[in-house]
C-alpha cells in the first residue's frame, strides 16, 4: 500500500497526524540529513500499521517535505 507523508524534520515535538488512510502529517525531532529524518519516517510508519521497519521503504520524495512510502501490510 502507498502512503503519503508531509514531514517537519527537526521538529522541538514529535507528532503524527493521520489525515485519511494513507495521508499523513508528521513531525520528527531528527535533521534531514544523513538520512535521519527518513528512518524516523519508517520507523514510525512501521508502528502505525505493526509491521518490521524492513516491509517499510521509500518510493519517493527522499530530499523534499512531501513523501511517498511502500508499506508491505500482510492481512
Not at 514510525?44 to 511517498?68: N, P, Q
Amino acid at each position: 500500500m502507498y502512503v503519503k507523508v508531509r514531514v517537519i524534520p527537526k521538529a522541538k515535538k514529535e507528532t503524527v497526524s493521520k489525515i485519511d488512510d494513507q495521508i499523513f502529517e508528521m513531525t520528527v525531532k531528527e535533521p534531514a540529513e544523513r538520512n535521519l529524518a527518513n528512518n524516523r519516517i519508517k520507523e514510525l510508519l512501521a508502528k502505525e500499521y505493526g509491521v518490521k521497519i524492513e516491509s517499510v521503504r521509500i518510493i519517493s520524495g527522499h530530499h523534499s517535505g512531501s513523501k511517498m512510502f511502500d508499506v508491505k501490510v500482510e492481512i
